[in-house]
C-alpha cells in the first residue's frame, strides 16, 4: 500500500476527489446563454445598483415536508473531555409532502402560496390562484406599482395563458437562462435557508410543516434578503468569470 500511495502520488501526480454535484451537464450553447443572460442583466440593472432591481419579485416553487432530517452539523453537541460519542440513528425524509410558491423581492417576503387538491403548478393554477394573489399583495398600497416578475422555464410559467395574464397585470417578465438554479434567489437562498430551519423538527401533516414554513420565511429580515438580491448580481458575475459554467465551490 505504501508503494502504492508513493506512485500515485508522487510519480503519477494524482489525487482522488469527491464529484462536485451539478445540476445539469451544461452544453456548450447553455454555457453561452447563462453568460448572455448575466451579461444583460448586470448592464440593464447597473451590477445591482438601480433602483429598478426593487421592482423584480422573483418566485418559485419547492416540496415541503412533515419531516427532513438534520443536517450531520446540525446536531453536533458540546462533550467534555472522556464523554462517550453521542449517535443519532438515521431517519429518512417523509413521504408526506406539500408543494408551496414563494416570491421574494429586494425589500423581504412577498407571499407563500400552497398547492390545494393538487400535486404540481398548472397554468391554470399559476394564473387564478398564485400569481393574483402576489399581484394583489404588491399593489396592495400602490395600484400602479411597476413588477418585474423573474421566474424559471417550467412549462406553467412559459404558457402563453401565463404571458397573457402578465400582459393583463401590466407585470413584465423577467426571462431566466435553463437549468441555472445557481441564478436563481429561491434556489439559492431562501428556501434552503428556511428548510434548514424547519430540519429534525416532526409535523403531524404536510399541512403544518407549510404553516410552519411560512411562519420561519417571515423572519427573514430585510437586511437579509437585501444581502440575496445583491448577492444574486455577484453571482452574475461569477457565471461570466466562470464562462457559463457552474460555480458553486470552485
Known amino acids: 500500500m505504501t508503494a502504492i500511495q508513493t506512485i500515485l502520488h508522487e510519480e503519477l501526480g494524482v489525487k482522488k476527489l469527491v464529484s462536485r454535484w451539478v445540476p445539469h451537464r451544461l452544453t456548450e450553447e447553455q454555457k453561452s446563454a447563462r453568460v448572455n443572460w448575466c451579461r444583460s442583466a448586470l448592464q440593464r440593472f447597473n451590477g445591482g445598483s438601480s433602483n429598478a432591481v426593487y421592482n423584480i419579485v422573483s418566485g418559485d416553487e419547492?416540496?415541503?415536508?412533515?419531516?427532513?432530517?438534520?443536517?450531520?452539523?446540525?446536531?453536533?453537541?458540546?462533550?467534555?473531555?472522556?464523554?462517550?460519542?453521542?449517535?443519532?440513528?438515521?431517519?429518512?425524509?417523509?413521504?408526506s409532502k406539500k408543494m408551496v410558491a414563494s416570491f421574494v423581492s429586494k425589500t423581504g417576503h412577498v407571499a407563500t402560496i400552497p398547492l390545494q387538491e393538487q400535486r404540481t403548478v398548472t397554468a391554470d393554477w399559476y394564473t387564478t390562484v398564485c400569481l393574483p394573489e402576489v399581484v394583489r399583495e404588491l399593489r396592495k398600497t400602490n395600484p400602479n406599482r411597476r413588477i418585474i416578475l423573474h421566474h424559471d422555464n417550467a412549462s406553467s410559467h412559459t404558457a402563453r395563458k401565463t404571458r397573457t395574464f402578465l400582459n393583463m397585470e401590466n407585470v413584465e417578465l423577467m426571462d431566466h437562462p435553463p437549468y441555472s438554479p445557481d441564478l436563481s434567489p429561491n434556489d439559492y437562498f431562501t428556501f434552503p435557508r428556511i428548510k434548514d430551519m424547519l430540519r429534525g423538527q416532526r409535523f403531524s401533516g404536510?399541512?403544518?410543516?407549510?404553516?410552519?414554513?411560512k411562519s420561519a420565511v417571515l423572519t427573514v429580515s430585510t437586511s437579509d434578503s437585501n444581502y440575496c438580491f445583491n448577492d444574486w448580481?455577484?453571482?452574475?458575475?461569477k457565471c461570466i468569470e466562470c464562462h457559463g459554467d457552474y460555480f458553486e465551490k470552485q
Open 233 to 237: 448580481f455577484n453571482r452574475m458575475k
Open 62 to 95: 419547492s416540496w415541503i415536508y412533515s419531516y427532513e432530517p438534520e443536517r450531520k452539523h446540525q446536531s453536533a453537541v458540546w462533550v467534555f473531555e472522556g464523554e462517550v460519542k453521542p449517535t443519532k440513528v438515521i431517519r429518512s425524509r417523509s413521504v
Open 206 to 213: 404536510p399541512e403544518e410543516a407549510v404553516e410552519a414554513y
